[in-house]
Every structure is written in structure tokens, then in C-alpha cells.
């Protein structure tokens, strides 16, 4: 049985709900449990990050402003880029090619499951990284390498860790590799190709 567009974008805001709420409960129940010793909160936090991504990258519908309205140019982009993968541990060129594949480099992209500016990051991703503006091009690209770096160390993979921020942690836990989802391979094969 073929499901319509709708049917299909409305199973996947299901999906979404369901692991947030999932993600909610556990969450809570955490730090209800929290005693003080080596686990502190944000400890806790980047741990819970890590169950949790953006889902399957898609089409991205892009703001048509024009570059001259970007608060950012080019250079300044990269230069945030480079003080950000410093930061995180990252190879600059990886996360360029992170952003080109995630946004083609529009700090006003928006996917059709809502995952929002140069990283994709989707709205709870966003806050639990504490970025408050996700088009905000520095905010958007300190919470997305932060996260990226995260999910690279959890697995001790780059190629793992790509997967994991295109297709979940979920998936990359449950094939115990790239998961076999075409997307999902293309787009690890795409950025490790680009950098």
C-alpha cells in the first residue's frame, strides 16, 4: 500500500513525538535519581544527547532571502567554522562538508521534519544544546559540531558518528554499523569524499 506524502510526513511527526516523549521520561527519570557524586547534570545531558539526532536528512526548503540580508558571509562562516572545530575536536573540512550536505550553507534552512539552520539541528537537539536562536549561524554551528563531536567519540568512528548524526544513534545501535538505508550511506560516502 502506497501512503500519501501526508500520511508519510504525518507518521514521521509520530515517530518524532514518540522519542522525544521517550526521551522525556528517561531524562526525568534521571535526574530524579540524580545523587550528587561524578555524575553532574551536564554529564547526564550530553549522554542523553548522544540517544538522540536529527532524523534522516531530506529535501531542505531553503528561505529565499538574498546574501546580502546573510548576517554572515562566506568568510566569516568559515572563520566560525574553524573556531568551532577547534573547539570540538573536529577536522574544519569535515564540518564544511557536514554543513554543505546538511544546508548547502543557508544559515535559513529548513527541513520538512523541521530541523533548522546550517546543521540541521532539530528544535530539541537545539535547546538541549543550548542554542536558543538555531539560524543564528554561531549558535547553529557551536550546538552542531558539539554534537557531531560527541557521536564521533561515542562510536570512536568518524564514519560511525556521520551515520549516527544523519540517521540516528538508534539506527547506527540496532545494524551495529552504518545502517543499510541508501541515504544514509550516500551521505557518509558523499562528506568523507568532499573533505
Not at 42 to 56: A, R
Not at 74 to 97: C, G, T
Request: charged share 25%; hydrophobic share 30%; glycine share 8%.
Amino acid at each position: 500500500m502506497n501512503l500519501s506524502s501526508l500520511d508519510i510526513t504525518l507518521s514521521r511527526i509520530r515517530q518524532i513525538e514518540n522519542t522525544i516523549g521517550m526521551i522525556d521520561q528517561k531524562f526525568n527519570g534521571l535526574l530524579n535519581n540524580h545523587t550528587t557524586g561524578s555524575n553532574s547534570f551536564d554529564k547526564i545531558l550530553d549522554e542523553k544527547l548522544n540517544e538522540f539526532s536529527p532524523p534522516e536528512n531530506e529535501d531542505i526548503k531553503t528561505d529565499k532571502t538574498s546574501s546580502t540580508d546573510e548576517k554572515f558571509n562566506r568568510k566569516e562562516l568559515n572563520q566560525l567554522i574553524e573556531k568551532y572545530s577547534r573547539k570540538n575536536n573536529l577536522d574544519k573540512d569535515l564540518v564544511s562538508a557536514v554543513i554543505k550536505a546538511e544546508s548547502g550553507f543557508n544559515p535559513k534552512a529548513v527541513s520538512p521534519a523541521g530541523a533548522q539552520g546550517l546543521m540541521q539541528l532539530m528544535p530539541a537537539t537545539a535547546k538541549g544544546l543550548g542554542v536558543e536562536d538555531p539560524f543564528d549561524p554561531e549558535q547553529n554551528i557551536s550546538g552542531g559540531t558539539k554534537y557531531l563531536s560527541n557521536l564521533i567519540h561515542k562510536y570512536n568512528s568518524v564514519e560511525l558518528g556521520l551515520a549516527a548524526y544523519n540517521a540516528g544513534p538508534g539506527s547506527v545501535n540496532k545494524y551495529g554499523g552504518i545502517p543499510p538505508y541508501a541515504e544514509t550511506q550516500n551521505y557518509v560516502r558523499k562528506i568523507l569524499k568532499s573533505q
